[in-house]
């Protein structure tokens, strides 16, 4: 008996024991949590309650240096969005360009074929072409017929045919190959198209050869009669247009 109840005594302590062991350690993590709690707490009140003799902190150059680094950020995204507006446009134009001038390049080497088919046109005068006979006639006519569907496929690609006959002279298109004298006329005028001028859009890919006009002098305005062989009073003679004046007598 007295060994049993001995043992009841023992388990009773052991029971104790291990209840106030419990105790301690809940009481030492209660300490533990209070201390980080604090560690955290002054942490995040560092800012707002600095440590005696740093000073209040700058909070207008704080919030000053907010606002710029604000407006940077706009600003960047302002150039950003610009850059890839004018990306996209020069994109958009780089493609129509290319839509619109991929064929320069088979176009121009047709250009040989179609003078090529004018001269061959042009060479059979009415009289030939009326007393030729039907096969001629015929051939003559398909000729025609080639020539018209070989500038119909080049209106259909944007090509276009210059005959400037009777313009005044363009050196953006034409091409001036000799002058004809007319005093009748006045100077820079198409008189004569030695082969017609092909454009693409906006671009020539071939100018327009022509000839033009060299009129005559203008007439000399009418002033007080002079004896024969006087001359001006400041010594200088006119000359005539392409001509040089000689200063020298």
Do not use: C
Request: charged share 30%; aromatic share 4%; net charge negative.
């Amino acid at each position: 008996m007295s060994g049993a109840g001995k043992s009841a005594e023992e388990m009773a302590a052991e029971d104790a024991a291990a209840a106030m062991e419990r105790e301690m350690r809940a009481e030492e993590e209660a300490e533990a949590a209070e201390g980080a709690g604090e560690s955290e707490g002054d942490a995040a009140s560092a800012w707002e309650n600095p440590p005696e003799g740093e000073g209040e902190p700058n909070y207008e150059a704080v919030i000053g240096a907010l606002q710029d680094e604000l407006e940077q950020a706009r600003d960047q995204r302002i150039r950003a969005a610009a850059e890839m507006e004018n990306l996209r446009r020069r994109t958009a134009r780089e493609v129509a360009d290319a839509k619109k001038f991929a064929v320069s390049s088979f176009a121009r080497d047709l250009l040989s074929v179609s003078d090529n088919l004018t001269r061959a046109l042009t060479v059979v005068t009415d009289d030939e072409k009326a007393a030729a006979g039907e096969v001629w006639k015929n051939l003559l006519e398909g000729v025609e017929m080639t020539e018209r569907e070989l500038l119909s496929v080049f209106d259909k690609n944007g090509v276009k045919k210059i005959n400037p006959q009777g313009e005044r002279f363009d050196p953006n298109q034409h091409q001036a190959m000799f002058e004809v004298p007319d005093p009748n006329q006045p100077s820079g005028l198409v008189v004569q198209v030695v082969a017609p001028g092909f454009m693409i859009g906006e671009r020539v890919l071939r100018p327009a050869m022509v000839g033009v006009t060299k009129g005559g002098p203008k007439p000399a305005k009418q002033e007080d009669a002079k004896p024969e062989g006087a001359k001006p009073a400041n010594d200088t003679v006119e000359a005539e247009p392409g001509e040089s004046i000689d200063k020298t007598a």
